[in-house]
């Protein structure tokens, strides 16, 4: 059923207003996957890195992608522009100051490592670039944030070990490990052994599953994983006793509709199984995954989200709740904000 595009749903003036007023947690967004177009070519000309795009428009045409190993390729080059410690430091920089104008309250945000470390950047030249921003954020915004390293699953399980002894000696500012990159293929079973490591060592576990790989990869996530949460998990809902599952076990899932739409995880907006997923008691959130290259940060994800599926109010509000239950923040943290947003939501 792909193809026959809803016509998009006008919001009302009063549910744009709620996105925009309500306090959000955002779980699953990958920084680099915030390097604006116009960031790009300033730090490739800073750097003097070659890149393959002359003007901002050439790169949007190159951001038309038909799954998610399309937008990949693209999203690994992007990465040859990111350096020093500066560069790090201005490309999370600016996803913070845009996501404060969300109300974004509270970030859980990706790193990919490999992408780095494999081209020579050094592991703590990318760590502290990343975390100088949030710190000041956390000062001067009032964002707080948990950091989380991912692993590539296009490359070995040793691989992964050796990322995860390199970032040994800087586990204090490492809040968990996730799973990303090509999903087909490589399953969560191929990490089984090194999340055990990283339980072992205290950290939190997530893990992209159910977003172009079938049902029982995000089985396998629960099972041999043990994540606490499920990346994406749209395929979950192929399987009626994993919904049941998940809901039992209270799983949130960080869902990230315009990415879905631009990867074409789903042929329209109207597709997006967010609603479904609120109707089957499973916690789902809203996230922007990679917002520079969908077309949209979180608070474009609940309203593209919200018109075409015709979410109401008391949905929308849920979302924001979800995404600080979900959250790794200790318990009153998270009642602080869940009665900010019903303070808001009035
Ligand atoms: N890396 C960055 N964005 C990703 C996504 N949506 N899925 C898998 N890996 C990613
Ligand atoms: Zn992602």
């Known amino acids: 059923m792909r193809g026959l595009a809803q016509p998009a749903q006008m ?33 490739a000309g800073r750097n003097g890195v070659k890149i393959p795009f002359r003007t901002v428009e050439e790169v949007r045409v190159a951001y038309r992608f038909s799954n ?27 996803y913070l100051t845009r996501a404060k104008s969300d109300q974004v309250r509270h970030v859980e945000i990706f790193f990919d490592p490999q992408g780095h470390t494999q081209r020579g950047v050094a592991f703590d030249t990318v760590l502290s670039g990343i975390e100088r921003a949030l ?41 968990g490990v996730g799973l990303d990159s090509s999903e087909l293929g490589h399953p969560p079973a191929k990490f089984a052994r090194v999340f055990a490591r990283a339980r072992e060592l205290g950290l939190h576990v997530v893990a992209h599953a ?22 994406h998990g749209n395929r979950a809902l192929d399987d009626a006793a994993l919904v049941r599952r998940i809901a039992r076990e209270g799983l949130t899932l960080t ?17 997006s199984p967010v609603a479904r997923m ?7 959130t809203i996230n922007s995954d990679d917002p520079a290259y969908f077309g949209g940060y979180v608070n474009d994800n609940y309203r593209a ?7 109401s109010a008391a949905q929308i509000v849920q979302l924001a709740e979800n ?10 943290d998270v009642a602080r904000h869940l009665a900010a947003v019903r303070e808001a939501a009035r």
């Not at 159910?210 to 990346?231: F, H, K, Q, T, W």
């Not at 609120?278 to 789902?284: D, H, I, M, R, S």
């Open 323 to 332: 995404s600080f239950t979900g959250s790794f923040l200790p318990p009153e």
């Open 255 to 271: 869902v990230c509709p315009l990415s879905n739409l631009r990867l074409c995880v789903i042929g329209d907006m109207a597709q």
């Open 135 to 175: 710190k000041t954020a956390e000062a001067q915004l009032g964002i707080t944030y948990r950091l989380i390293m991912c692993f590539l699953r296009h490359l070995s399980e040793e691989e992964a070990f050796a990322t995860l002894d390199e970032a040994m000696p800087h586990l204090a500012r490492i809040h």
């Open 68 to 94: 998610l190993q399309d937008f990949l390729d693209i999203y690994y080059q992007g990465m040859a522009v990111l350096l020093t410690e500066q560069d790090f430091f201005d490309l999370t920089w600016a």
């Open 210 to 231: 159910g977003e172009e790989g079938p049902s029982e990869y995000v089985e396998e996530a629960l099972d041999l994983l043990n994540v606490e949460r499920i990346d």
């Open 11 to 43: 919001l009302t003036p009063e549910l744009e207003s709620l996105i925009a007023r309500l306090p959000k947690a955002e779980l699953h967004l990958h920084i680099e996957g915030s390097l604006e177009p116009e960031l790009l070519f300033a730090l």
């Open 278 to 284: 609120l109707e089957q008691g499973l916690k789902a």
């Open 305 to 311: 989200v919200a018109a075409a599926l015709g979410l």
